[in-house]
């Protein structure tokens, strides 16, 4: 049911005074001070909405205006439409002004409570706790008007591909809703000036000593001579300097080994002119010892998730070098030493935007180092039949048993095979047979060249459910079910949905901490079963999976810490939140880099996923899209020519 107040015809008013080749959309752009030391540049942008309506579902009403590209879902507001615009300007700029100038806004009265965004659900396989629903109804909406402004704004800096460019991200909000009066404020038209001031010499110089910086502990460089060696024939020009050389080199900067090594590689942006970054070790074998050192994040209090978690690592620290001025990125805005913070008390300023595209192969020893060395040159050079790339593995069930009924994992895999033309889908669904290492490794031995996990995980498993009632487990996918795994090099790139997959800080020496902080009793027994978070398993799901020999993975991408999923379908557009929001809409749009668009740079593709995310999702009230990009961790080589060379 729908009723509809009239408006005029929309009309994208664009005004161009000056060419901007940068821009993506037509702008009136304008210089304000030619020649002056405070030189500055304005961009015009001029939209028109033309009409509001709302629709009835159930006992709730949706709003739609035609020309928005977007439904901002907070979880427990209510969901209304805005129009998204990024603006690449260049490199270093400063945002001096934003203003807008808007129509009359128009009071609508409504009779019926707004769609209010679900929240999040958490992809944890722990199934001895069940999940805590009180933070899907306890929220109580008491903003006076939603949101508070017609637009909001972020600017961030990094990479749009190749290219370094500060972003300018705006959102225009036609109809926004009064809580006080209960009624929708729609505007027809707004117009947004920005006023920046761009940077007086080029922020980066134009150099091209190197294109790849490997960094590694100085035990690992013999094996890594050859993977060098091989890159170069490629013509990937590429530089291997040891984590204890990077370092030292930055004696002068950096407040310890973790912010000198990404000091390192913002020397390595400017001096070599380096776009992609593989970090190689983690754990010291089975010690507390870092190799190559991490960055932990604590972006999400504990008292904001259905379970608690204090931290996760995060390597998009080392890079996201720069913010939007082109100055150093820190994590640590107040200088307390306590990195990626973001709680009622402070929130630390982090760009988020990479501005290298990074990987890492948290290698624990010198054979594993050997395995991927192999692993790499082999998928990038191999000659023979290589129709086994055309399969697409695609391993889910039902997620969630939320109100609405979807087979969240299913239905995502299916969008999978649409934006994945001319594969060949391999589906190991829970609709059709259980979830265990046959019905997995059946699929995986054939090869593929992409395969995709989506449910829930720990470090140790990974399983779904069974629908109709998202309840009931699968027998799932774990450590142990990976030994007979033989696909050989017909490795896929791998992509799980799941929480702590990639938590590659767990060692068996956790098994003894854990008993020693808690005792026998609390750790195995009492509620939440901190044994059963699998954290003293002997390497993570994910590592394991890219650096098992004789098969597995050639690269994967997973989540450091809780992995989360959108539920229902929020703003009644008939499409799962699941696919929408998120880490679905991370895995999704990762897949269609390739799948659709062609990008066959693994590292470009991983990192321009977090970068549109971004631009799509970031705002200041929202902690778990920051999560989302924080945890996403690539496990592989970011220099990975998909598919190969031949």
């Not at 030493?337 to 973001?342: E, K, M, P």
Request: hydrophobic share 35%; aromatic share 14%.
């Amino acid at each position: 049911m729908k009723f509809q107040i009239n408006k005029s015809i929309a009309v994208f008013v664009l005004i161009i005074s000056l060419v901007f080749p940068s821009l993506h959309s037509a702008v009136a752009l304008s210089d304000m001070s030619s020649g002056s030391a405070d030189f500055t540049e304005q961009i015009t942008i001029e939209m028109s909405f033309s009409d509001v309506t709302f629709e009835t579902h159930g006992n709730t009403i949706a709003i739609r205006v035609p020309e928005t590209n977007f439904n901002k879902m907070t979880p427990g507001r209510p969901v209304v439409p805005a129009y998204i615009e990024t603006l690449s300007i260049p490199f270093g700029s400063d945002i001096i002004d934003v203003t807008y100038d808007n129509a009359t806004a128009e009071i609508i009265p409504i009779n019926s409570v707004l769609a209010l965004a679900s929240y999040p659900g958490i992809d944890r396989h722990h199934p001895f706790v069940a999940r805590d629903t009180s933070f899907d109804s306890t929220h109580t909406f008491q903003d006076s008007m939603y949101p508070d402004d017609w637009i909001s704004y972020h600017v961030g800096g990094g990479l749009d591909f190749s290219e370094y460019v500060t972003f300018f991200t705006l959102r225009m909000y036609p109809a926004r809703y009064n809580a006080e009066g209960h009624h929708i404020e729609f505007i027809d038209q707004i117009m947004v000036t920005v006023t920046y001031q761009p940077p007086e010499e080029p922020i980066l110089q134009d150099v091209d000593v190197y294109d790849l910086l490997i960094i590694a502990p100085e035990i690992y460089h013999d094996e890594l001579t050859s993977l060098c060696e091989h890159k170069e024939r490629f013509g990937v020009k590429t530089r291997l300097v040891g984590v204890s050389e990077a370092i030292d080199q930055m004696f002068w900067e950096g407040r310890d080994d973790a912010e000198k090594i990404k000091y390192f590689i913002k020397r390595s942006i400017e001096e070599w002119g380096i776009s992609h970054v593989l970090l190689v070790g983690g754990l010291k074998g089975q010690s507390k010892t870092w190799d190559l050192p991490v960055r932990y994040s604590h972006v999400v209090p504990p008292t904001e998730q259905e379970y608690a978690e204090q931290s996760f690592i995060s390597d998009l620290y080392y890079a996201d070098i720069y913010d939007s001025l082109g100055e150093f990125s820190s994590w640590d805005s107040n200088n307390d030493d306590f990195f990626a913070d973001w709680n009622e008390e402070y929130k630390e300023e982090m760009d988020l935007y990479p501005d290298v595209y990074l990987g890492r192969i948290p290698c624990r020893n010198e054979k594993e180092v050997r395995i991927m060395v192999d692993k790499i040159i082999n998928y990038e050079t191999d000659s023979s039949d290589d129709s086994w790339f055309n399969n697409l593995v695609l391993v889910a069930g039902d997620s969630y048993p939320d109100a609405s009924g979807f087979n969240e994992g299913e239905l995502i895999s299916e969008k999978a095979i649409e934006v994945m033309p001319g594969f060949n889908p391999l589906k190991v669904y829970a609709s059709i047979d259980d979830i265990n290492r046959r019905t997995v490794n059946k699929a995986m031995n054939q090869g593929a060249g992409f395969a995709y996990f989506c449910g829930h995980g720990s470090p140790a498993s990974w399983s779904t459910h069974f629908p109709p009632d998202g309840s009931t487990w699968t027998t799932g996918y774990n450590l142990k079910d990976m030994l007979p795994l033989r696909n050989g090099y017909k490795l896929p790139i791998t992509v799980v949905g799941g929480c702590h997959n990639g938590q590659f800080d767990v060692g068996l020496f956790n098994l003894l901490e854990g008993i020693k902080e808690y005792g026998i009793k609390e750790y195995f027994f009492a509620e939440p079963y901190r044994f059963f978070y699998n954290e003293w398993v002997p390497n993570s799901w994910a590592w394991l999976l890219t650096s098992k020999p004789n098969g597995g993975a050639i690269a994967t991408i997973a989540n450091t810490g809780l992995g989360t999923h959108g539920e229902d379908d929020s703003d009644f557009n008939g499409i799962a939140d699941y696919l929408e929001v998120l880490d679905g809409w991370l895995e999704l749009r990762f897949l269609q880099l390739y799948g659709e668009d062609g990008k066959s740079d693994l590292g470009e593709n991983h990192g321009q996923t977090m970068t549109e995310y971004i631009h799509r999702f970031r705002d200041d009230e929202e902690k778990m899209d920051t999560k989302m990009v924080q945890q996403w961790e690539l496990f592989g080589d970011p220099s990975l020519r998909i598919s190969g060379y031949y």
